[in-house]
């Protein structure tokens, strides 16, 4: 399997000697203009590649802040097609990767094969689906196999051995290992097992664990970076943006670095 762009920005920044740092923003939140000025800002800022959420009406994955924001977003006449629209208009502006997280719902409307070939055209480097079982994601997957568009997995804490295996195997770009038992947003703790989780995850996985859910300060950040090759940091980040409060972005990159 040929190694993709996203796998290889997130080992170019780990050679550096520090750690990933994904962002996740709703397009939309703040309507259609804000996806560029977020992407722009969060770029200047050093981050390694930005997740952008699809607005959706359910979903499940999410908390109350992704929730309100992808409501906001929708408000404001956000949906996928004139997402990508927007973003194409500045592809030419982007240097870091972008991954387009959406349900599966919305890019079934949107046509699967249409659907890739505007985010190959665009320049989306990874697609996170968060309910499209590794069973089904051969309706995807065999359109991605000549693309350089990863598709992202998620692995729960609560995933059975031999199903971790399996979907770290299928796995490209970074295998997304989720924190917490539960829906997106703010924790104040994290389970005892959740180290053991991320180092059995980098034992298997030939390809980069980035930690996700629930992780929204400094401290988080260094903690569960210290423990995986990233993380990814969402609800903490859309509230910032939706309050003006990009200070507190810069706060949350990482100081860890590989071997701590």
């Not at 079982?133 to 609560?158: D, G, H, R």
């Not at 295996?165 to 539960?182: D, L, P, Q």
Request: proline share 5%.
């Amino acid at each position: 399997m040929t190694t993709k762009s996203l796998q290889l920005a997130i080992e170019d920044k780990l050679k550096t000697g520090q750690k990933a740092f994904v962002p996740y923003i709703m397009a939309g939140d703040g309507g259609l203009k804000a996806i560029r000025k977020q992407i722009l800002f969060l770029q200047q800022a050093g981050v390694t590649a930005i997740e952008l959420g699809i607005p959706f009406t359910d979903p499940v994955a999410d908390g109350p802040v992704i929730q309100d924001a992808g409501i906001r977003a929708l408000t404001e006449g956000a949906n996928l097609k004139v997402i990508l629209d927007e973003i194409a208009a500045f592809k030419n502006e982007v240097q870091v990767p972008l991954i387009i997280m959406s349900y599966l719902n919305p890019i079934l409307a949107y046509g699967i094969e249409k659907f890739v070939e505007t985010c190959e055209k665009i320049g989306i480097s990874g697609l996170i689906i968060p309910d499209l079982p590794l069973e089904e994601a051969e309706i995807i997957q065999s359109k991605l196999v000549n693309s350089s568009i990863a598709l992202v997995q998620l692995i729960s804490l609560t995933s059975p051995k031999d199903r971790i295996e399996r979907i770290a195997k299928a796995a490209e770009g970074f295998i997304y290992a989720v924190t917490v038992n539960g829906i997106t947003g703010v924790r104040n703790d994290f389970g005892q097992s959740l180290e053991d989780h991320l180092q059995n995850l980098k034992e298997i996985s030939d390809i980069p664990v980035l930690a996700g859910f629930g992780i929204s300060t400094p401290e988080q950040v260094e903690e569960i970076g210290a423990m995986a090759d990233g993380v990814i940091v969402g609800s903490a980040i859309v509230k910032a943006f939706h309050e003006g409060n990009e200070a507190s972005i810069k706060e949350l990159l990482p100081k860890v670095t590989v071997g701590e």
